[in-house]
């Protein structure tokens, strides 16, 4: 390492900060303050990094990121070696190091001891220091295969295994069937906290090697699995699990209650200044109930906020996590903490133990109310509203953020002849095949909802298995099987 005595020497966690909540609310822009990647603060804060025996952190990230190098490297100001590195594990850096919750930094060792190194914050400022510098630039494959792949889905899965098959000289289609790629990237995470022209500049890499897109075609409806089939050598099913996990409680066919998809979505298209796209559910001067604490529930505060709501209420079932690692989640296993986003900073209230027992409406059918009791918990561990404790939250939009439940499988998967599990995903063996020779399956659409990370992850090793079944080999990376659940004990 650069400075081996660096994690004494510089003991404090520095990162950007957040612009100014009366400013950021006034916008849909990056809400991180604009820090420049030579700025000596990165510089000390990769030096934090201890150069571990064994790195855990490389074993925390699914992809298996070389963490410990680039920070070494980012300390001695060596950024096209820096970018060489993350991209030898990771195509896409720009994501990862802005949604991704960094499962690596709960591995850190130094986080024994000390809050841990800032890796996802050195992450993403090699990669746009690397656009700046005109470091990320096309790898053309040196000759052609002669095969055929199609990807259905555009997400991070799926376009991992698109450039991973397109640079391994496969020609390559990736099928979207909404009107531009990316997946959730594009329309289901706001602007705030990913800005679209990350998307844009990496497609076109992607475009310059080879990978050809298809917008606005649905498998299954605009394209038939027969026609699919005679056309291609291989398919990789990437479609994700936007199937919504419902609250299916009295008054649940009120108007006013959506799933938290239907509400991003319609907002970040307006943001994306599509041309006459209306924000299908405008919470101006409306007092919202966002149910779910996650990530989805998050953004539909920060969109809510943004769009003047009369006040904005976030419930969770569940317990306040605490604030430090408790002690049945010991280091380097993934704590479960209390964690506040640029979202929960901006307002709105917070409500835990909240079992929402009923929606109540007027008299023309829409919601006006939410019941709900405190959560206990019983000997079984179920989650049950304790009685008598009832009481009405005002409500005139309610979103429904409590997850996913599985791909979407009604139009392609009965054309395929694709058998599913008992979850609903789409089953496959632990090289990423389906139950259908030729046809592979990457990313949430077989393990279920994830993160961002393993989508990556799973769609460079999908991509391995494709080219080892198109070509009788492979030099392509396996970064995860499809089994793998966990990457530390």
Known sequence: MADPRGFLSVRNRELPGYRPVELRLLDYKDVIEKREPTSPYLKQQASRCMDCGIPFCNQGCPLGNLIPDWNDLVHRGQWFEAIERLHA???FPEFTGRVCPAPCEDSCVLGISQPAVTIK???????????TRGFVQPIIPDRLSGHTVAVIGSGPAGLAAAQQLTRAGHTVVVFERDDAIG???????????????HIERRLDQMRAEGTR???????GVDLTWQELHETFDAVVVATGATRPRDLPIPGRELNG???????????NRVVAGLEGQTAQFDARGKHVIVIGGGDTGSDCIGTALRQQAASVTNLAIGKEPP????ENEPWPTTPRLFEVSSSHEEG?????LASTVEFVGNEEGHVTALRVATTEYLPDGRRVPTAGTERDLPADLVLIAMGFTGPETDTFVPQADLDLDGRGRLVRDDDYTS???GIFVAGDAGRGQSLIVWAIAEGRAAAASVDEYLQGKTELPRPVSASTTALLP
């Open 435 to 437: 139950s259908r020779r």
């Open 323 to 326: 604030k430090t690692r408790p």
């Open 257 to 267: 209650i959506h799933y938290a998809m239907d509400y991003l979505v319609p907002s």
């Open 348 to 352: 709105g209230t917070r409500e835990f």
């Open 183 to 197: 997946g959730l990237l594009r329309y289901g995470i706001p602007d705030f906290k990913l800005e679209k022209f």
């Open 213 to 219: 897109f298809r917008t606005g075609v649905e498998v």
């Open 89 to 91: 594990t990771n195509n």
């Open 121 to 131: 914050n050195i992450e993403v400022s090699i990669i746009d220091e690397a656009f």
